[in-house]
């Protein structure tokens, strides 16, 4: 079982940065593709973004794409979603997840990740 655990939610207000991070002690990290996901009240979770492996494939949806980065630092088993010019509409709740990498490819795909955190709550004020 892969624990994952988010931290780095917050109030902001709109045009501020947050930076999400996700650790793991998973020491098979690096054979996991990682993604984010957040879930805005009364609606379904929805994809943000998500990181490969070795790092060298990246995707985001297209709401937040130009404004958010992931990354992952595999040494510290650690995925990062850098979130700058936030708007109202990016207050959800942020899941990180894991897909186990082996013969598989990243996803956008809520169904296809294999573990969950318990998620960090963002809300931007306008």
């Known amino acids: 079982q892969v624990q994952l655990v988010e931290t780095g939610g917050g109030l902001v207000q709109a045009g501020d940065s947050l930076r999400l991070s996700c650790a793991t002690s998973?020491?098979?990290?690096?054979?996991?593709?990682m993604g984010w996901f957040r879930q805005a009240p009364g609606k379904e979770r929805e994809f943000v973004a998500a990181?490969?492996?070795?790092?060298?494939?990246?995707y985001y949806a297209d709401s937040v794409k130009g404004r958010f980065t992931i990354s992952r630092d595999i040494p510290k088993n650690t995925v990062y979603l850098q979130m700058n010019s936030l708007r109202p509409e990016d207050t959800a709740v942020y899941y990180c997840?894991?897909?186990?990498?082996?013969?598989?490819?990243?996803?956008?795909?809520?169904?296809?990740?294999?573990?969950w955190g318990q998620g960090t709550q963002v809300t931007v004020s306008s």
């Open positions: 990181i490969s492996r070795s790092s060298g494939t990246t």
């Open positions: 997840a894991a897909r186990l990498g082996i013969m598989r490819g990243i996803s956008s795909t809520r169904g296809d990740y294999d573990y």
């Open positions: 998973e020491r098979t990290f690096s054979m996991y593709h």
